[in-house]
């Protein structure tokens, strides 16, 4: 089993930053891959973020690319997300999620933390 602990998050105005954290603990030595999502009053949840575990590749949503940076630290099996020139649209509830060898799928999903962006 693998659990994660979110960190971070909170009100910014645009144009300001955010570093969001995620921690894993449990069997972590399973990880494939972690990811950000988030989703936003009566919207559908949707992906930002991902960084694969083996070769370090990420993958962007198009509306943050160049904006927001996904990272990790392979000492604590943590993942990260630095989120920049922020913007009233990226308002949302942002949950860190992960994937095993169990799965291919994100199986394992956070508590999630709100970020807001105030115009």
């Known amino acids: 089993q693998v659990y994660l602990v979110q960190s971070g998050g909170g009100l910014v105005q645009a144009g300001g930053s955010l570093r969001l954290s995620c921690a894993a603990s449990g069997r972590t030595n399973s990880i494939t891959g972690m990811g950000w999502f988030r989703q936003a009053p009566g919207k559908e949840r949707e992906f930002i973020a991902s960084?694969?575990?083996?070769?370090?590749?990420?993958s962007y949503r198009d509306s943050v690319k160049g904006r927001f940076t996904i990272t990790r630290d392979v000492a604590w099996s943590s993942v990260y997300l630095q989120m920049n020139s922020l913007k009233p649209e990226d308002t949302a509830i942002y949950y860190c999620?992960?994937?095993?060898?169990?799965?291919?799928?994100?199986?394992?999903w956070g508590q999630g933390t709100q970020v807001t962006v105030s115009s």
């Open positions: 999620a992960l994937r095993s060898s169990r799965i291919p799928e994100y199986d394992y």
């Open positions: 960084i694969n575990w083996d070769d370090f590749s990420t």
